[in-house]
Every structure is written in structure tokens, then in C-alpha cells.
């Protein structure tokens, strides 16, 4: 599926902060668009497109941060993606598979540092820079890339609820990374199809996983 099958809405200009009576699901709608559009985008290698769709996320789901810190904070998150493809690159065959080992054990550092930038800019973890690239390297190489994918996007809810106690779960089931973090696994899950189906649905799960978090802010 290519970038322009992915509508985005017009909503440049405005803050959350601007709009409090805006539908949530409206709001939702944009931002899961928006984040399998930064996806495609950076597939497509179109990086300017891929930094303004990644804003249109973080513009909404960190509240606390100005538009401009907001920006600074989806430039560093593509600029670890390319990173990431920078560490990659030396080690593509040429059938187009990876050369496993030597990339399981290449420095991974440039991809870590650009996403401390961004868990500075944002309040979160650090924790959230070396899970999000540990998961992106086992993605690619092999073993449990899902368990540190949650726990990054773990602090990510944690810093866009300002909460720091996320998860909040009642009675004796007390272990998991709750459900924001596992809905956000499946949406990476549909992204690895390369289908525009799959888009679909992930645009959809996505879209079921921002109205929570909008819905708990706004209650909040």
C-alpha cells in the first residue's frame, strides 16, 4: 500500500488543548492513520512526509508537550528509524535477506542515542530507547522482538497518561504490560503483512488503542 492511499486529516494547526470537545473518536481516527502512514512513508523512504506523520501523533498523544517539542520529539523517533536502516544496510545479501549474526551483533548505539533524544524530549524512560532497539534488532534477527516492543511502548503510555503506575489492574492478575502496549504489538504485527488489508486492520486496531488513551486523558 502505498503512502496516498492513507488519507490524512487537515488538522495542522490545532492543538488538543484547542479542541477538548473534539470527538475522540474523530481524534483517533487521525492519529492511527497518521501512524501507519509514518510507517509507509518510511518504507517508501520519504522522510519529511514520515516526520510530519509521526507529529500527528505525538502532537496529540503527549499533551504536555508544545507543538514545537512535539516535532522535535517525532524527528528523533525517523531519525532513529533511519538509523536503524543505517545499521542494517552493510549487511543486506543479496537476495535481499539479512546476514543475521554480524547485524545481531553490529552497534546499535546510533539508533539508541536518537531515541534517548526522544525519550528526553517526551519525560520517559530511557529504558524506552534501549527496549525499542533491542526490539527492532531481534525483529530483524531473530528471538522475542514482542516483549521489549511492549515495554518500551510501556513508557510511552505512561508518559502520555502521566501515569507512572500504568497498568491498573484489578484483582489478582497483576503481571502483563496492560492493554495499550499488546494492541500496539498487533498494529506491528499487520505492518509486517505488507498488505493493504492488513493496513486496514491495523489502521482499525490502531484507531480502538488511541481512543483509549484520549478517553483516559480526557477523564483524567
Known amino acids: 500500500m502505498s503512502s496516498t492511499q492513507i488519507t490524512q486529516t487537515d488538522?495542522?494547526?490545532?492543538?488538543?488543548?484547542?479542541?477538548?470537545?473534539?470527538?475522540?473518536?474523530?481524534?483517533a481516527e487521525h492519529m492511527s492513520e497518521n501512524i501507519c502512514k509514518g510507517f509507509i512513508?518510511?518504507?517508501?523512504?520519504?522522510?519529511?512526509a514520515c516526520i510530519e506523520a509521526f507529529f500527528e501523533v505525538d502532537r496529540y498523544q503527549f499533551p504536555h508537550?508544545?507543538?514545537?517539542?512535539?516535532?522535535?520529539a517525532a524527528t528523533a523517533y525517523?531519525?532513529?528509524?533511519?538509523?536503524?536502516?543505517d545499521v542494517e544496510e552493510p549487511y543486506v545479501l543479496e537476495d535481499g535477506s539479512l546476514d543475521r549474526e554480524p547485524l545481531?551483533?553490529?552497534?546499535w548505539s546510533p539508533v539508541v542515542e536518537c531515541l534517548e533524544r526522544r525519550a528526553d524530549i517526551v519525560g520517559m524512560s530511557r529504558e524506552y530507547a534501549t527496549a525499542t532497539t533491542d526490539g527492532w534488532r531481534k525483529h530483524k534477527t531473530g528471538g522475542d522482538y514482542w516483549t521489549p516492543h511492549m515495554r518500551a511502548q510501556l513508557h510511552e503510555v505512561r508518559a502520555a497518561l502521566d501515569d507512572a503506575e500504568y497498568p491498573h489492574k484489578r484483582g489478582t492478575s497483576q503481571s502483563g504490560l496492560g492493554p495499550l502496549p499488546?494492541?500496539?504489538l498487533v498494529g506491528i504485527e499487520l505492518h509486517d503483512m505488507k498488505s493493504e488489508e492488513h493496513w486496514k486492520e491495523a489502521v482499525d486496531v490502531m484507531q480502538s488503542y488511541y481512543?483509549?488513551?484520549?478517553r483516559t486523558q480526557r477523564d483524567d
Open 11 to 27: 488538522a495542522r494547526t490545532e492543538t488538543v488543548a484547542d479542541a477538548p470537545n473534539r470527538c475522540i473518536d474523530d481524534l
Open 41 to 48: 512513508t518510511h518504507d517508501d523512504r520519504q522522510r519529511e
Open 182 to 184: 499488546a494492541r500496539y
Open 104 to 107: 545481531d551483533d553490529a552497534d
Open 211 to 214: 481512543a483509549e488513551l484520549l
Open 65 to 72: 508537550l508544545s507543538e514545537e517539542a512535539a516535532y522535535r
Open 78 to 85: 525517523v531519525d532513529a528509524l533511519w538509523a536503524k536502516d
